[in-house]
C-alpha cells in the first residue's frame, strides 16, 4: 500500500507561485507513476502532470506546460508540483496519485492523498 501526504496548498494573487509537496510512504515507490491532479468546485477531476520515480520523465497537460513544473525527490519520496503564473483558473483542490507502472497516463491512479486546496485570487 502507498500513502500520499499532500502540503503546500494556500492563497495567492495571480501572477504568484506556489510549490506543492506530496511525500509518499508504503510500496516500492520506485516502480509507481506519481501524478497531480486538481478539481475545482463542481467540476471532475482532471490530470494535470505525470513524473515516473525511475527516471524522471514527466508529463504535462497543454493548459500547464510552460508554468507548472512536476519533480521527484527520490531520497525524499516526494513529489513536487512547483506552480508559476498561476491565474484563477488554476484555483482548485489538488491531489496527489500513485499508480503502479511506467506509463505516464491520465487515468488508472490506484492511490489518492488528501488533496491540498490552492486558490488564486484575481
Known amino acids: 500500500q502507498v500513502q500520499l501526504v499532500e502540503s503546500g496548498g494556500g492563497l495567492v494573487q495571480t501572477g504568484g507561485s506556489l510549490r506543492l509537496s506530496c511525500a509518499a510512504s508504503?510500496?516500492?515507490?520506485?516502480?509507481?507513476?506519481m501524478g497531480w491532479f486538481r478539481q475545482a468546485p463542481g467540476k471532475e477531476r482532471d490530470f494535470v502532470a505525470a513524473i515516473r520515480w525511475s527516471g524522471g520523465s514527466t508529463y504535462n497537460v497543454d493548459s500547464v506546460k510552460g508554468r507548472f513544473t512536476i519533480s521527484r525527490d527520490n531520497a525524499k519520496n516526494t513529489v513536487y508540483l512547483q506552480m508559476n503564473s498561476l491565474k484563477p483558473e488554476d484555483t482548485a483542490v489538488y491531489y496527489c496519485?500513485?499508480?503502479?507502472?511506467?506509463?505516464?497516463?491520465?487515468?488508472?491512479?490506484?492511490?489518492w492523498g488528501q488533496g491540498t486546496q490552492v486558490t488564486v485570487s484575481s
Open positions: 508504503g510500496g516500492n515507490i520506485s516502480r509507481y507513476v
Open positions: 496519485g500513485a499508480r503502479m507502472g511506467v506509463l505516464l497516463t491520465r487515468t488508472a491512479y490506484d492511490y
